[in-house]
């Protein structure tokens, strides 16, 4: 499954996932835990870029790959780890909540994405 996320940031400087068909608290779809600084590095610090996400291979696409399921109590979702982004190793890791499980329908062991006009 391909698709294209937009990302914003509100006044506050917070990332917030734009998913039009979500029902659930705005409060669910802001991006933390390492998920915000990711999308700094995308950004290059603007207040919006758009991201194609895929539970499949694309080319020329970074890596997300699945380190920790959490339980609904710490918040559900998984933890991820980038290992590299743009050639330079990272080694970073962040959580994406359950919304993640809403979009794939399911929780993927891997994320590939990459910016898009």
Request: charge should be negative; include cysteine; glycine fraction near 6%.
């Amino acid at each position: 499954m391909e698709r294209v996320i937009r990302f914003y940031k509100n006044a506050k400087h917070e990332w917030y996932a734009d998913i039009p068909e979500w029902s659930g608290s705005i409060e669910d779809l802001q991006m933390v835990e390492g998920a915000d600084e990711l999308l700094n590095w995308i950004s290059a610090n603007e207040s919006e870029c758009k991201l194609l996400m895929a539970d499949e291979q694309i080319e020329n696409a970074e890596i997300l790959n699945l380190v920790y399921v959490r339980e609904e109590n710490l918040g559900g979702g998984g933890d991820y780890m980038l290992e590299s982004f743009r050639g330079e190793f990272k080694n970073h890791k962040l959580w994406l909540c359950n919304v993640t499980e809403f979009v794939f329908k399911q929780l993927p062991e891997r994320i590939y994405f990459k910016e898009v006009e």
